[in-house]
């Protein structure tokens, strides 16, 4: 038994584990985040506005209610451009989970698992579902913007070839002035 094939192998497996080790280990990555965090971040009210890809923007305002345990987040946004009546949003900590609620009174109410992470002061959930009937992983992402939030709400279908998240809606997020 030749030992040259040997230790191209275990060289091949050593670069390997080097470049997993540098993917995994590297600072850039998110961490799971603690959702009274997330959830005193966004307590308050705000307006901006609010669009799908390929629509006008709306303005709207959004209001945000942080249970007193620092549990539960209720995200009510106004009027938007396909219903005719608010949507609420309401995030609940289930053990190491995070669970919505999603009504907008118009639809059948979705339900949704996320897990919850920080990077550099924004906040996402990531969980897998659907949209659009198609199989989906959705990230709802809460960046810093000025003194408030831009909320975008991203998707990745499973059902095709795309390896990144494709922009589905964005929410402006600033400090209410009335």
């Known amino acids: 038994m030749s030992t040259i094939p040997f230790k191209k192998m275990i060289s091949s497996c050593f670069k390997f584990s080097l470049l997993l080790l540098t993917l995994y280990a590297s600072p850039c990555w998110a961490e799971k985040a603690h959702f009274n965090e997330f959830c005193d971040?966004?307590?308050?009210?705000w307006q901006g506005s609010a669009a799908k890809l390929k629509q006008a923007p709306l303005e709207v305002t959004v209001s945000t209610i942080c249970?007193?345990?620092?549990?539960?987040?209720?995200?009510?946004?106004?009027r938007n451009a396909n219903k005719p009546f608010s949507e609420t949003w309401w995030f609940r900590v289930r053990g190491e989970s995070v669970f919505l609620t999603y009504f907008d009174g118009d639809e059948i109410d979705k339900t949704q698992s996320f897990s919850l992470y920080k990077q550099y002061g924004s906040f996402t959930l990531l969980g897998e579902g659907e949209l659009n009937k198609r199989p989906a992983l959705i990230q709802l992402r809460f960046e810093p913007n000025k003194n408030g939030w831009l909320w975008l709400q991203n998707v990745q279908y499973l059902d095709d070839d795309?390896?990144?998240?494709?922009?589905y809606r964005g929410v402006e997020m600033q400090p209410d002035q009335h």
Do not use: P
């Not at 971040?41 to 009210?45: H, I």
């Not at 249970?67 to 106004?78: E, F, H, P, T, Y």
């Open 41 to 45: 971040a966004l307590a308050g009210e």
């Open 67 to 78: 249970s007193a345990d620092k549990r539960q987040l209720i995200i009510s946004v106004s």
């Open 162 to 167: 795309t390896d990144r998240y494709l922009f």
